[in-house]
Nanobody, 123 residues
Framework: QVQLVESGGGLVQAGGSLRLSCAVSGRTFSIYVMGWFRQAPGKEREFVAAISWRGTNTYYDDSVKGRFTISKDNAKNTVYLQMNSLKPEDTAVYYC????????????????WGKGTLVTVSS
């Protein structure tokens, strides 16, 4: 059974940085497109970033482009999200999942979601 364990969240001031990690087990991690998603209070979960299975291609939502960087380590079955220049509007619970693209819309590839990690950015 697949397990997704997100970590690295916390409270940070606007302009600060955090690095999120997602440890994946129970699947052949390296063959999947992996993504980060987030859900702010009272809002729908939304796409943040994705990375191809080789790590050569990355994709970002416009709201984080230039500030966030997604990466992965297939040997460690871990995907990362480096978040710089954080803004209060980045406050959300962040989740990882496999990612799939339909048209221009990214969504989680598995019904299963981990518990996520909370990022709070104060102004």
């Amino acid at each position: 059974q697949v397990q997704l364990v997100e970590s690295g969240g916390g409270l940070v001031q606007a302009g600060g940085s955090l690095r999120l990690s997602c440890a994946v087990s129970g699947r052949t991690f390296s063959i999947y497109v992996m993504g980060w998603f987030r859900q702010a209070p009272g809002k729908e979960r939304e796409f943040v970033a994705a990375i191809s299975w080789r790590g050569t291609n990355t994709y970002y939502d416009d709201s984080v482009k230039g500030r966030f960087t997604i990466s992965k380590d297939n040997a460690k079955n871990t995907v990362y999200l480096q978040m710089n220049s954080l803004k209060p509007e980045d406050t959300a619970v962040y989740y990882c999942n496999t990612a799939r693209l339909a048209g221009s819309t990214w969504s989680g590839g598995m019904d299963y979601w981990g518990k996520g990690t909370l990022v709070t950015v104060s102004s």
